[in-house]
Every structure is written in structure tokens, then in C-alpha cells.
Nanobody, 120 residues
Framework: QVHLVESGGGLVQPGGSLRLSCAASGSILRIHTMAWYRQAPGNQRELVATISIGGTTNYADSVKGRFTISRDNAEKTVYLQMNSLKPEDTAVYLC??????????????WGQGTQVTVSS
């Protein structure tokens, strides 16, 4: 019964910034890789960024140099700092985490998504 809750989405002008948060709750033993995906109308779901349990990060080419993923293990939270936003960044952003609980083996979990709209 793990829950991931995203926050921080909204409307921003091109060139602006947003910081997304995703907090995990439940009977969590250990959180492995955490990731941000996004999906825009008419597009496939796209992997935006990942961060491993050891802190290694990876980014999609489309966001490299503009977005930064980080995590706070004590707070069971992953963040996505988004700078220099472009209209093509408009999408629903979804949090994903690979988690071991006290009741289940290692499994993937999804948040409900948060809308990011970049428009003038």
C-alpha cells in the first residue's frame, strides 16, 4: 500500500521555472531508483530523468542542462527542478519509484501525475 503524491505543477511562462516534488508513503523498507516521466497529448510516455539509490542521475536529451533530479532519502521524496521551460515541456509529469515494502517484493509504483503547462 505505497502511495506516491506529486506536487508543484502549474502554469508558467516560457523561460520560467518550476520545482516538482514526489513524496512516498506507506510501509516502505527501501526505495531504489526514482524517476520522472511525462506524457503530452498525442505523445508516448517519455522518461525524463532517473536517480539511482546511489545518486547516479540520467536525463533525456531534450531536458539535459535544464532539468535537475534529486532525492531526499530521509523524507522519501524525489524532486525535479525545471529551468528554462519551453512550450514543448507541457505535459502531465508522473513520478515512478522502485520500492521494497515489508509486505511485497521489489515493485514499481506510480503517482497520480501533476500538470505542467508552459505558455505565454
Amino acid at each position: 500500500q505505497v502511495h506516491l503524491v506529486e506536487s508543484g505543477g502549474g502554469l508558467v511562462q516560457p523561460g520560467g521555472s518550476l520545482r516538482l516534488s514526489c513524496a512516498a508513503s506507506g510501509s516502505i523498507l527501501r526505495i531504489h531508483t526514482m524517476a520522472w516521466y511525462r506524457q503530452a497529448p498525442g505523445n508516448q510516455r517519455e522518461l525524463v530523468a532517473t536517480i539511482s539509490i546511489g545518486g547516479t542521475t540520467n536525463y533525456a536529451d531534450s531536458v539535459k542542462g535544464r532539468f535537475t533530479i534529486s532525492r531526499d532519502n530521509a523524507e522519501k521524496t524525489v524532486y525535479l527542478q525545471m529551468n528554462s521551460l519551453k512550450p514543448e515541456d507541457t505535459a502531465v509529469y508522473l513520478c515512478n519509484a522502485i520500492i521494497v515494502t515489508y509486505h511485497s517484493p521489489l515493485s514499481g509504483y506510480w503517482g497520480q501525475g501533476t500538470q505542467v503547462t508552459v505558455s505565454s
